[in-house]
Nanobody, 125 residues
Framework: QVQLVESGGGLVQAGGSLRLSCAAS????????MGWFRQAPGKEREFVAG????????YYADSVKGRFTISRDNAKNTVYLQMSSLKPEDTAVYYC??????????????????WGQGTQVTVSS
């Protein structure tokens, strides 16, 4: 079990950038695949990006490929989501999640056992 706390959300203009962080508790962070999901009002939560337990592999939703970058620092128990060229349709609550199964790629909600509380990202046009 890990506990996850996201930060870094906020209001940004279209075309701008934000970096989200997700700090994890526990000493087994490097055993987890980490993912970022988002949920816009009235929509289902959707996969955004994932990174393997040692950081050697990444996977992105088509909607963010080339604009978002996921990374992790296992020494700091933190995963990041660098978001650039933001669009109004990126507006959502962003959640980080942890998966111990080591199935790759993990892109569905049911793959992940642990979730953060979410951080709001709002992109104005």
């Amino acid at each position: 079990q890990v506990q996850l706390v996201e930060s870094g959300g906020g209001l940004v203009q279209a075309g701008g950038s934000l970096r989200l962080s997700c700090a994890a508790s526990g000493r087994t962070f490097s055993s987890y695949t980490m993912g970022w999901f988002r949920q816009a009002p009235g929509k289902e939560r959707e996969f955004v990006a994932g990174i393997s337990w040692l950081g050697g592999r990444t996977y992105y939703a088509d909607s963010v490929k080339g604009r978002f970058t996921i990374s992790r620092d296992n020494a700091k128990n933190t995963v990041y989501l660098q978001m650039s060229s933001l669009k109004p349709e990126d507006t959502a609550v962003y959640y980080c999640a942890a998966d111990r199964s080591r199935v790759w790629p993990s892109t569905t909600l049911s793959d992940y056992e642990n979730w953060g509380q979410g951080t709001q990202v709002t992109v104005s046009s």
